[in-house]
């Protein structure tokens, strides 16, 4: 019953939101943080091993096979966390916004929690694919809402990109409905499945594209920039912090241990264009005089090392890939929040126009180092053991390939340090002398980001252990039927 609990708390709160019009952002604060406490009570009671657990299974639409079936192993689990750790913050970081309509914006936040929390605890294809939908829906007003001038052009771009990957990936799981002996949309049915090899290709393809597109990976990717850009800064720490975790953990999950034939025929290509994003996305990031923009190419870059990872199929991949997805939420969501105070203080996103902030504003710049030297992964930061673990995996599966992606640590330090630089360093000017320096709860704010980047950096153990039993037992289960 605590799953029921973990996922319908920020619809609850997504109702009130919308009463409380006047108090809508601590309600919806007071809502985030009430899911926070739920995932934390399930990560206590959680014993660490290859079991699903806090299990519900009720018929839903039983004529149809449909039931919602949801639970939670070691990678649900750190999924959870990172969705209900990540929406307090995103929450907190809007306290100095003023939206129109304030009840909406906020009750579309939390609604999309709940749709990111079905995706990932579903065990039901009809179910899961019911949470990708309903995660979609509120961006898309949210960013059409309350985004910037090109908000309507760019998002419909967004929006014809993920509907068209989502109904080929609804083609798949209707198609392995039909498979299964009792026509039921169970997820075990699903791996039960015994497919030939021609079926899981195209199979592949079905799910390949809906994930790929979500992450996105190169060359799904065109959407992201734009959309970044133009959504407000919760709509893009969203997009970057959660929403694109749906893909890479879609093929974790949905991907390749249904269809493992079809991995076997293309997982090398999908390698191939995942360690291109990041070469292809770092030296466009080198290129970007607009702030939002260049951190839009350095959350590709990231994840298309993520993505390597997965495809290799190895527990060092795998495990780094949990890690980094945790900790490019975590940095990432940092990074657009020092944006969007950096904007709204200067008003522009041109790095040509700012310059020497670190003197008016000491405390951001002290925060905005410590992200970004977690983005580069420096060691005994957040993103070096993920990085570590993940060109790690791909070195056993081909070195040249881990040489290309290893450029990913080169190439992303020198466009994150030139930001910085041309950001924080050199002579104040007109519009930056007067730059007032963080406050209230925008210092609370990047203190737990950088205290999160710190602590994870030290001692990432408690995350491995979370997802080690899960993962080597998925790994075991896909190898066992190549």
């Known amino acids: 019953m605590n799953v029921l609990i973990l996922i319908f708390m920020p619809l609850l709160g997504a109702l009130l939101a919308l009463v409380a019009k006047n108090y809508a952002k601590q309600t919806a604060l ?20 290859a079991s699903t657990q806090y299990l519900v299974n009720y018929p839903w639409i039983p004529e149809m096979g449909i039931n919602f079936k949801a639970g939670i192993d070691g990678i649900s689990m750190l999924m959870v966390l990172l969705t209900a750790g990540l929406l307090p913050i995103i929450i907190l970081s809007t306290f100095k916004h003023k939206y129109e309509n304030s009840g909406a914006f906020y009750a579309l936040v939390l609604f999309m929690q709940s749709g990111l929390l ?11 694919y019911i949470g990708w939908e309903a995660a979609l829906i509120p961006i898309y007003f949210i960013c059409s809402l309350w985004g910037g001038e090109n908000r309507i052009q760019v998002n419909m771009k967004f929006f014809i990109y993920t509907i068209a990957g989502s109904l080929f990936m609804l083609l798949g799981i209707i198609y392995l409905h039909l498979q299964t002996p009792n026509n039921s949309y169970d997820i075990a049915d699903f791996y039960a499945l015994q497919l030939d090899s021609q079926t899981q290709s195209w199979l592949f393809w079905c799910f390949f ?11 799904f990717h065109t959407w992201q920039p734009d959309t970044y850009t133009e959504a407000p800064t919760a709509g893009t720490m969203l997009l970057s912090g959660i929403m694109l975790k749906m893909g890479i953990y879609g093929v974790i999950r949905w991907l390749i241990p249904v269809v493992p034939l079809g991995f076997q025929q293309w997982g090398h290509l999908a390698i191939i264009l995942s360690v291109t994003g990041i070469v292809y996305a770092s030296i466009i990031a ?17 994840v298309g090392l993520i993505a390597a990872g997965i495809f290799v199929w190895n527990a060092q991949g795998l495990q780094g890939a949990m890690v980094q997805m945790i900790s490019h939420g975590i940095n990432v969501v940092g990074l657009f929040f020092i944006a969007d105070i950096i904007i709204n203080r ?39 053991i993920g990085e570590f673990l993940l060109l790690n995996g791909v070195y056993q599966y081909c070195i040249y390939y881990a040489a290309v992606a290893g450029l990913t640590i080169i190439f992303g330090s020198g466009y994150m340090l030139r930001m910085y630089k041309a950001i924080m ?4 000017n007109d519009l930056t002398v007067n730059f007032k320096d963080i406050s209230g709860t925008e210092m609370v704010t990047l203190f737990i980001i950088t205290f999160l980047i710190i602590v994870i950096g030290v001692y990432p153990q408690p995350i491995l252990h979370i997802s080690e039993a899960a993962i080597t037992n998925l790994i075991a289960t896909v190898n066992a039927k190549l």
């Open 346 to 384: 200067t008003q522009t996103r041109e790095l040509a126009l700012l310059g020497g902030v670190a003197k008016p504003a000491p405390k951001l710049a002290i925060a905005f180092l410590i992200i970004t030297l977690g983005t580069v992964a420096l060691p005994l930061t957040n993103g070096f």
């Open 425 to 428: 360093q050199g002579n104040t």
């Open 209 to 219: 594209l809906a994930f790929a597109i979500k992450m996105p990976i190169f060359p």
């Open 286 to 302: 080198f290129t970007q005089k607009d702030m939002k923009r260049l951190i839009a190419y350095s959350s590709i870059a990231h």
């Open 118 to 128: 079905v995706v990932f605890t579903a065990l039901d294809g009809f179910l899961f």
């Open 30 to 49: 007071l809502s985030s943080l009430l899911t926070l406490a739920v995932a934390s009570f399930l990560l206590c009671g959680f014993t660490p091993d």
